[in-house]
């Protein structure tokens, strides 16, 4: 067996990272979410985390030489026939190019592309109300999924926090860089034949089956 890749694909907002833990919870998978994996790298001040930050709270994206570095070091150390949900990774054309480049190389293949399809209203909601726990990484919505204690994460009592991207602005800016940079990759992955599009502005309930159906039917 060969290593094998799904991707998440979704403007900010659009729940990646609540869909991935679902993901994660029903089958092994690594999961490869870039901006966790960012914002690692800033908490431990590394030299990337360092030159990533500045962009992070711009709401811009990092260079791609830098993102596409750091991911297929992440792959290349994992098992030859790991299994991979990548998770706001690739974000620009380039970055899907050297994806393919590299998987190409090494035999790898991916399986499918879901596009988890929401509203701009849904989004800025969504981000807008988002508290995330610094210990964990869990996400929580201060309305519709609030921790049971206001502030404090329910799975590890870690405090919840704002994210720094998660300001009106700068929400603004990083759903025109959706827009601009990444939403050509829908074509893209659908001129492929990869594209699976999911309405992801309905509750997770209702989205969860649609998307454990698309990624059984591509036998991921
Ligand atoms: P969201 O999808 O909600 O914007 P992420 O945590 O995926 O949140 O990304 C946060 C930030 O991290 C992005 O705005 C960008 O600055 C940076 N980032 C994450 N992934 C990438 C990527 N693949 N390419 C460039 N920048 C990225
Ligand atoms: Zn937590």
Redesign the pocket.
């Known amino acids: 067996m060969a290593v094998r890749a799904m991707v998440l694909l979704g403007a900010?907002?659009a729940g990646?990272?609540t869909m991935a833990e679902v993901v994660k919870a029903a089958m092994p998978v690594t999961h490869i979410?870039?901006?966790?994996m960012?914002?690692d790298e800033i908490r431990a001040a590394s030299a990337l985390g360092q030159e990533?930050d500045g962009?992070?709270r711009q709401?811009?994206?990092?260079p791609?030489d830098l993102?596409v570095r750091m991911v297929m070091r992440r792959v290349d150390q994992g098992a030859p026939d790991a299994r991979y949900m990548f998770?706001?990774?690739?974000?620009?054309r380039p970055?899907a190019d050297l994806l393919d480049r590299h998987f190409q190389e090494r035999g790898a293949q991916l399986a499918l592309v879901v596009l988890l399809e929401v509203t701009r209203d849904i989004c800025l909601d969504r981000?807008t109300g988002r508290r995330v726990c610094r210990k964990c990484g869990a996400n929580f919505h201060v309305r519709n999924i609030p921790p049971l204690v206001a502030g404090v994460c329910d799975q590890c009592g870690g405090e919840l926090y704002q994210r720094p991207?998660d300001m009106p602005e700068t929400i603004e800016r990083?759903l025109e860089?959706f827009k601009e940079q990444t939403a050509g990759l829908i074509d893209y992955y659908s001129d492929k034949g990869l594209l699976v599009r999911v309405d992801s502005s309905r509750h997770r309930d209702e989205t969860v089956p649609d998307l454990m159906q698309a990624i059984a039917d591509r036998h991921f």
Request: proline share 7%.
């Open positions: 900010p907002g990646k990272g979410a870039t901006g966790d960012l914002r990533a962009y992070m709401g811009r994206l990092v791609d993102i998770d706001g990774f690739p974000r620009t970055q981000l991207d990083r860089v």
